[in-house]
Nanobody, 126 residues
């Protein structure tokens, strides 16, 4: 069973950049598809970005495509979300997700075998 801990969230001005990190432990990290979701106040949790367990494919929600980039470092058991050109509508709690043997596409929807972190707050001021 894998444990996930997110970090890197903070207050940033619109147009700025942030890099979120997710540290994984307790499992074989290289066998997990990884993803980022976010939840804004009063809204449902939504998919942001995903990367396959092999690391050869990624998926993004349309609203962040071209601005955000997901990556993984299997040697460090880390997954990252580089966020550029941030907008106030990106404000949310960002959650890291892991699923065994998942493709990037598979990370876009909830599943029974998903593991979640506790979240990190990102606030973008206008």
């Amino acid at each position: 069973q894998v444990q996930l801990v997110e970090s890197g969230g903070r207050l940033v001005q619109a147009g700025g950049s942030l890099r979120l990190s997710c540290a994984a432990s307790g499992g074989t990290f290289s066998t997990y598809g990884m993803g980022w979701f976010r939840q804004a106040p009063g809204k449902e949790r939504e998919f942001v970005a995903g990367i396959s367990w092999i690391g050869d494919s990624t998926r993004y929600t349309d609203s962040v495509n071209g601005r955000f980039a997901i990556s993984r470092d299997n040697a460090k058991n880390m997954v990252y979300l580089q966020m550029n050109s941030l907008k106030p509508e990106d404000t949310a709690v960002y959650y890291c997700k892991a699923r065994p043997w998942s493709s990037a596409q598979g990370m876009t929807v909830p599943g029974r075998s998903d593991y979640w972190g506790q979240g990190t707050q990102v606030t973008v001021s206008s």
